[in-house]
């Protein structure tokens, strides 16, 4: 098993900056990869960003591209999400999930991020 645990959301004006934090324990060492999705409010989880440890390897989707950055330390297996120019279509619940496989597997219990107008 493998538990997340997302922190760094919080309240900020549009054009502010946060970071986010996610923090994996238990069976880390098959963790393949890490990423950030997001929820807003009556809409569907979509994906933000996210890196595979082996290659270093990075992605984004368009509307984090060049604001976004995902990071991350490989022995502890925590991943980052520095999140600059903040827009209030940022607003949602963070949330951070680890793949052991292809697919994501694993999930955080979420942060909020606000971006107001």
Known sequence: QVQLVESGGG???AGGSL?????????TF????MGW?????????EFVAD???SSGRTTYTDSAK??????GDNTKKTVYLQMNSLKPDDTAVYYCSARVSSVFDYWGQ???VTVTS
């Open 66 to 71: 060049d604001r976004f950055t995902i990071s």
């Open 11 to 13: 309240l900020v004006q």
């Open 30 to 33: 098959s963790i393949i990869g």
């Open 110 to 112: 979420g942060t909020q």
């Open 37 to 45: 999705f997001r929820q807003a409010p009556g809409k569907e989880r």
């Open 19 to 27: 970071k986010l934090s996610c923090a994996a324990s238990g069976r």
């Open 51 to 53: 890196i595979t440890w």
